[in-house]
C-alpha cells in the first residue's frame, strides 16, 4: 500500500509537507468480564483499579458500593465489578470462578535506555528480582530497549532463561547497537506465522473464534492453548516491529515519544491486564510540538489497558530532579537581561533570540516529572530517588496478580475527539487507588481496531458524523477499481482539492500560510470502518508564488487490495486557516476477482509526472516511468487544452487464444457522435494492457460528452463509462 500526494501546480519546491505525529485514540470495545452482574456494552469503559491502604498493602474485600466513578466530572453506574486474583475471578456477591487463561494473559514489556553503567547494574539486578521463581501459567514476558528507536530483544515468552539472557544484554556496558537483534527476532516470529502479519482475520478475532476449540474437545483432545497464545503474541510483536521501522524518528525526545508509543499500540491486540515496565535513566524532555503525541501515549496505553511502571534508574541521587529547570530558566533569565541591555548596537545572540523558547523549556527541564506524569495518567507508579528498587517492584508483581475490573457506560452525547477525565473516589480515606487518569472519545465505528485520532482527525470525523454534511467549499473525491497481480480486487483512492479553495494568511511581510487536513473512511455496507487515511499539511508560501500555488491541486491516492463488495468511501478536507469543512460520501461497487476479460475504472488525465524513487510499482496509475495524476469530474477548456486524455487497464483473459480489442464511443447529450478501435499493445509481465488515449476537442461542440471503452476477447465482453464537460 502506498500513498501518493501530489501538488499539480507550477510552484512545487518550496512546498513543505509534514506528517503530523499519531494522536488520540478510544478505548477498547470490551468483551464481558466473566463474573461480571450486567452484560456489558460496546461502550463500557473498562477499569483496572490497584487499591492499598496506607501502609500499601493491597485490599481485597471491598464491593462496588466501595467504589464512585466519575466521568468528565459526572457520576457513572457501575455495571461490572470483579476482583481479579491470579487466575480466579471473585465476583461481587464472593463466587469464585477459574479464568480462562487465554482471556486473563498478563503482559510485561521491559524495556531498558541506560547508558551508565551504575544505571544499567541496578535495572539488570531489579529485573532479574522478577524473574525468582516460575512464572505464573499467564504471566508473558519481553525484552526491549531504546536507543534511536524500539529494539526487540526477546519477544513474549514466560521462559525465565530466555529472559535472563536478553537482559543481560540490554543491560551490558558494551552493547549499544541492538538493530540485529531485533532483526533476529523479526526472522524468528516471520518464520512462526509467516510474512503477513496483518492477515484477513484481526489477532482478537483469531481469539474469539471458538471453532477449532469446540471442535478439539468434541474429539476428547485439549485444545492448544499455548499455542493460540504464542501465536498471538508473535504476531502482536511484529505488528509493533513493522510500526517502529516505518517512524521517521530523528531527535532524542521524539525517539522517546515515538518508541513508546509503537510499544503500547498493538498491544490492544490481546485481552488482559498489561504492564510496561520501563528502566530509564532520568526522564526526558518533551519538546516542543510533541506534547500531544506525547498524550496519545497515554491515550493509547489506557485504551490498550496498559501501565507504565517508570524506573528512575539513576538510583539515589544527591542533585535536585528540577536541578535541569533551574539551569534553563537561569539561561533565559541572562538572555533576558542582556537583551534589554542591548541599545541596538551589538547583534543579536542566539540565545536571545531563543528566549521565548528557553523559557518554555525551563517548564519541562525536570525529566523526571515525564516518567511521572506517564506511569500515574495509566494507573502505574515511579519509582525513582532509591537504590532500593526491588521493593516497589514487588508492588508490581502484585498488582499484575491482583487487582479490580469496573466497568461503566459513559454515555457519551458527542464523540468530539475530546479528552474525558475519569476519577475514582473510595468511600474511606485511607485507601489509595491506582487507575488511568482517562480516554480519547472517538465514534464508536472507530473503537477496538486499533486506530491512532490525531488532533487533526477530531473535527473532521464529527463533520462525517453529522446528520447534513458540511460543504463550505469545494472538492472532490473518487474511488477507482483495478485488478491486482494475483486478480485480487485493487481500490484506488482520489482526493482532489482546488488550492484556491483554501485560505492563505500573509505571516510577516514576504510569506503566506495555509493548511490541508483530511481523512477518508472506508466502510462496508454495515457502516464498519475497515480503512482510514488521514494527514495534515501545512502550506508556507513566499507571496510572489502564492498565485502560482493556488492555480494548482492538491491530489491524493492510495491504493490497498479490497474484497468485493459494496462500500461507502466518506471523505472530509478541512481548511485549517479558514476553519472550514467539506464532507463527501461517495458510494463503491468492487466487482469480484476473476481470471476472466475484465476492465478497470476509466481515469480523465489530468497530466502525467515522472516517476519518483519512493513511488510503489505496484500502483495501478504508474505507467512506465510515469504516473497519472486523475481529475475527478474533469470540466475541460477548450481555450486552455487542445486535447483530453484517458487511462484505462484492460486484463485479457489469460486462458483465450484471441487478441483483446477495444472499441471507443462518443457522445453528447445521448446522442452517439462515433467510434473507434485504436491498436492495443501487446500484455505486460503482469498480464495488463495500459492504455491512454487521447481525443481532441478543437472540433467539439461546448457540452457534457460520454466516452464508452469496451474490451471484446472472443465472446467476452467488459465496458467502464467516464463524462467530462467541455467549455
Known amino acids: 500500500m502506498k500513498n501518493s500526494p501530489r501538488l499539480m501546480c507550477f510552484w512545487l519546491a518550496a512546498i513543505a509537507l509534514f506528517l503530523l505525529p499519531a494522536g488520540y485514540a478510544q478505548q477498547n470495545a470490551t468483551a464481558p468480564p466473566q463474573g461480571a452482574a450486567v452484560r456489558t456494552t460496546s461502550e463500557e469503559v473498562l477499569l483496572d483499579v490497584v487499591v492499598r491502604d496506607k501502609k500499601g498493602h493491597t485490599v481485597n474485600n471491598l464491593k462496588p458500593e466501595d467504589f464512585q466513578i466519575f466521568d468528565n466530572g459526572e457520576q457513572k453506574k457501575i455495571m461490572a465489578f470483579r476482583l481479579?486474583?491470579?487466575?480466579?475471578?471473585?465476583?461481587?456477591?464472593?463466587?469464585?470462578?477459574?479464568?480462562?487463561?487465554?482471556?486473563?494473559?498478563?503482559?510485561?514489556?521491559?524495556?531498558?535506555?541506560?547508558?551508565?553503567?551504575?544505571?544499567?547494574?541496578?535495572?539488570?539486578?531489579?529485573?532479574?528480582?522478577?524473574?525468582?521463581?516460575?512464572?505464573?501459567?499467564?504471566?508473558?514476558?519481553?525484552?526491549?530497549?531504546?536507543?534511536?528507536?524500539?529494539?526487540?530483544?526477546?519477544?513474549?515468552?514466560?521462559?525465565?532463561?530466555?529472559?535472563?539472557?536478553?537482559?543481560?544484554?540490554?543491560?551490558?556496558?558494551?552493547?549499544?547497537?541492538?538493530?540485529?537483534?531485533?532483526?533476529?527476532?523479526?526472522?524468528?516470529?516471520?518464520?512462526?506465522?509467516?510474512?503477513?502479519?496483518?492477515?484477513?482475520?484481526?489477532?482478537?478475532?483469531?481469539?474469539?473464534?471458538?471453532?477449532?476449540?469446540?471442535?478439539?474437545?468434541?474429539?476428547?483432545?485439549?485444545?492448544?492453548?499455548?499455542?493460540?497464545?504464542?501465536?498471538?503474541?508473535?504476531?502482536?510483536?511484529?505488528?509493533?516491529?513493522?510500526?517502529?521501522?516505518?517512524?521517521g524518528v530523528k531527535e532524542a525526545g521524539r525517539v522517546n515519544i515515538y518508541a513508546l508509543l509503537d510499544a503500547v499500540k498493538e498491544q490492544y491486540r490481546l485481552p488482559g491486564r498489561k504492564t510496561i515496565l520501563y528502566f530509564r535513566e532520568g526522564g526526558f524532555v518533551i519538546p516542543q510540538g510533541m506534547e500531544e503525541p506525547f498524550k496519545s501515549v497515554i491515550s493509547v496505553a489506557n485504551r490498550s489497558n496498559v501501565s507504565f511502571y517508570a524506573v528512575d534508574a539513576r538510583g539515589l541521587t544527591t542533585g535536585s530532579a528540577s536541578s535541569g529547570a533551574m539551569n534553563t530558566l537561569n539561561r533565559a533569565a541572562r538572555a533576558s537581561q542582556d537583551q534589554m541591555a542591548n541599545d541596538g548596537s551589538q547583534a543579536v545572540r542566539p540565545d536571545e533570540a531563543k528566549l521565548f523558547d528557553t523559557s518554555i523549556e525551563s517548564t519541562r527541564a525536570n525529566t523526571q516529572n515525564t516518567l511521572a506524569n506517564l506511569a500515574e495518567s495509566t494507573g502505574g507508579m515511579l519509582i525513582a530517588n532509591t537504590n532500593d528498587v526491588g521493593t516497589p517492584l514487588r508492588k508490581l508483581a502484585e498488582d499484575i496478580q491482583t487487582y479490580y475490573e469496573i466497568g461503566y457506560v459513559p454515555e457519551i452525547k458527542s464523540y468530539d475527539g475530546s479528552f474525558r477525565k475519569i476519577a475514582i473516589k473510595m468511600n474511606s480515606s485511607d485507601l489509595r487507588v491506582q487507575s488511568r487518569s482517562g480516554y480519547i472519545a472517538l465514534p464508536p465505528a472507530l473503537a477496538g481496531q486499533g486506530n491512532l485520532l490525531r488532533a487533526f482527525e477530531v473535527p473532521l470525523l464529527t463533520a462525517l458524523s453529522s446528520a447534513e454534511l458540511p460543504k463550505t467549499f469545494g472538492y472532490q473525491s473518487m474511488a477507482l477499481h483495478f485488478?491486482?497481480?494475483?486478480?485480487?480486487?485493487?481500490?484506488?483512492?482520489?482526493?482532489?482539492?482546488?488550492?484556491?479553495?483554501?485560505?492563505?494568511?500573509?505571516?510577516?511581510?514576504?510569506?503566506?500560510?495555509?493548511?490541508?487536513?483530511?481523512?477518508?473512511?472506508?466502510?462496508?455496507?454495515?457502516?464498519?470502518?475497515?480503512?482510514?487515511?488521514?494527514?495534515?499539511?501545512?502550506?508556507?508560501?513566499?507571496?510572489?508564488?502564492?498565485?502560482?500555488?493556488?492555480?494548482?491541486?492538491?491530489?491524493?491516492?492510495?491504493?490497498?487490495?479490497?474484497?468485493?463488495?459494496?462500500?461507502?468511501?466518506?471523505?472530509?478536507?478541512?481548511?485549517?486557516?479558514?476553519?472550514?469543512?467539506?464532507?463527501?460520501?461517495?458510494?463503491?461497487?468492487?466487482?469480484?476477482?476473476?481470471?476472466?476479460?475484465?476492465?478497470?475504472?476509466?481515469?480523465?488525465?489530468?497530466?502525467?509526472?515522472?516517476?519518483?524513487a519512493s513511488t510503489d510499482q505496484s500502483d495501478p496509475l504508474v505507467i512506465g516511468s510515469r504516473v497519472v495524476s486523475p481529475t475527478l469530474n474533469p470540466t475541460v477548456s477548450k481555450a486552455g487544452n487542445s486535447s483530453v486524455s484517458f487511462y484505462v487497464v484492460i486484463y485479457p483473459d489469460k486462458n483465450s487464444s484471441q487478441a483483446p480489442r477495444l472499441s471507443m464511443q462518443f457522445s453528447r447529450n445521448g446522442q452517439v457522435l462515433g467510434s473507434g478501435s485504436p491498436e492495443l499493445g501487446q500484455p505486460d509481465k503482469d498480464g495488463r494492457i495500459q492504455y491512454v488515449a487521447t481525443v481532441a476537442v478543437a472540433s467539439l461542440e461546448p457540452g457534457e460528452y460520454a466516452i464508452r471503452f469496451n474490451a471484446i476477447q472472443g465472446a467476452e465482453t467488459a465496458e467502464e463509462v467516464t463524462t467530462f464537460v467541455l467549455q
Open 84 to 247: 481479579v486474583q491470579g487466575g480466579e475471578a471473585v465476583a461481587a456477591g464472593g463466587s469464585r470462578m477459574q479464568l480462562d487463561p487465554l482471556r486473563q494473559i498478563r503482559l510485561v514489556t521491559m524495556i531498558f535506555q541506560c547508558w551508565n553503567n551504575d544505571a544499567r547494574r541496578l535495572a539488570h539486578d531489579a529485573a532479574l528480582g522478577l524473574l525468582k521463581g516460575d512464572l505464573p501459567q499467564n504471566v508473558y514476558m519481553s525484552v526491549m530497549t531504546i536507543d534511536r528507536k524500539l529494539e526487540v530483544l526477546q519477544s513474549f515468552t514466560n521462559d525465565p532463561g530466555l529472559l535472563r539472557k536478553a537482559i543481560d544484554r540490554a543491560t551490558r556496558s558494551e552493547n549499544t547497537d541492538f538493530s540485529s537483534d531485533t532483526a533476529i527476532v523479526q526472522k524468528q516470529l516471520e518464520q512462526m506465522v509467516g510474512p503477513d502479519s496483518s492477515g484477513a482475520q484481526s489477532i482478537q478475532g483469531q481469539i474469539d473464534n471458538q471453532n477449532a476449540t469446540n471442535a478439539a474437545q468434541a474429539q476428547g483432545r485439549a485444545p492448544d492453548v499455548a499455542g493460540l497464545v504464542n501465536m498471538a503474541m508473535a504476531q502482536m510483536v511484529l505488528q509493533m516491529l513493522e510500526s517502529q521501522q516505518s517512524s
Open 483 to 612: 485488478r491486482g497481480a494475483q486478480n485480487q480486487s485493487v481500490c484506488d483512492l482520489v482526493l482532489d482539492v482546488p488550492l484556491a479553495n483554501l485560505t492563505f494568511q500573509k505571516k510577516g511581510n514576504d510569506q503566506s500560510e495555509g493548511r490541508l487536513s483530511y481523512v477518508a473512511l472506508v466502510k462496508k455496507g454495515s457502516g464498519e470502518v475497515i480503512k482510514k487515511f488521514g494527514n495534515d499539511i501545512p502550506f508556507h508560501v513566499p507571496n510572489a508564488e502564492r498565485d502560482a500555488l493556488t492555480a494548482g491541486h492538491f491530489i491524493y491516492t492510495e491504493h490497498f487490495d479490497l474484497p468485493p463488495g459494496h462500500y461507502t468511501l466518506e471523505t472530509a478536507v478541512l481548511d485549517g486557516e479558514g476553519n472550514r469543512i467539506s464532507a463527501r460520501k461517495n458510494s463503491l461497487m468492487m466487482p469480484p476477482p476473476s481470471s476472466a476479460l475484465s476492465i478497470s475504472s476509466v481515469s480523465v488525465v489530468r497530466n502525467m509526472k515522472d516517476k519518483e
